[in-house]
């Protein structure tokens, strides 16, 4: 019965240590359909709306690549009669600089704003 105890804490522990690291992931999913989008194909109407979109994933993922870096810890332990768990869960703030997904969200932003200006959509 000890045994079934402890492997059912270890499970418990991973469980909740994979719950918690993907409630702390920022990777927008959004992100990664805007930057497949051809822009070139795109109306007048339809490429105002993608800049929008464009801008508007910025920021959501300029704020969450605030803490970037995930740390997840797990311990167990036994004493005696008795097995111990532990899980922890820690945000670094990065040092400067963008993450891929930003720099390439911008890149594609700048093209979508030439492409608006080469249509008259955006003035120099």
Same mark, same amino acid.
């Given at each position: 019965?000890? &045994?079934? @105890?402890?492997?059912? #804490?270890?499970?418990l /522990?991973v469980l @909740?240590?994979?719950?918690?690291?993907?409630?702390?992931?920022?990777?927008s999913?959004? /992100? /990664?359909y805007l930057?497949?989008?051809?822009?070139?194909?795109?109306?007048?109407s339809?490429? &105002?709306?993608?800049?929008?979109e464009?801008?508007?994933?910025?920021?959501?993922?300029?704020?969450?690549?605030?803490n970037?870096d *995930?740390?997840?810890? &797990?311990? *167990?332990?036994?004493?005696?009669?008795?097995?111990?768990?532990?899980? #922890? /869960?820690?945000k670094? @703030?990065g040092?400067?600089?963008?993450?891929?997904?930003?720099?390439?969200?911008?890149?594609?932003?700048?093209?979508?704003?030439?492409?608006?200006?080469?249509?008259?959509?955006?003035?120099?």
């Amino acid at each position: 019965m000890k &045994i079934q @105890f402890k492997t059912l #804490h270890l499970l418990l /522990a991973v469980l @909740f240590a994979v719950l918690l690291t993907g409630c702390m992931s920022g990777a927008s999913s959004d /992100a /990664a359909y805007l930057l497949e989008q051809d822009h070139l194909k795109m109306t007048d109407s339809e490429l &105002i709306t993608y800049e929008q979109e464009l801008s508007d994933e910025l920021v959501n993922s300029s704020r969450s690549s605030d803490n970037r870096d *995930v740390g997840v810890g &797990i311990g *167990v332990g036994s004493w005696g009669g008795n097995v111990g768990f532990g899980v #922890h /869960a820690d945000k670094w @703030f990065g040092g400067g600089g963008d993450s891929g997904m930003i720099r390439d969200l911008k890149n594609k932003r700048d093209e979508v704003r030439q492409e608006m200006r080469n249509r008259g959509l955006l003035a120099e």
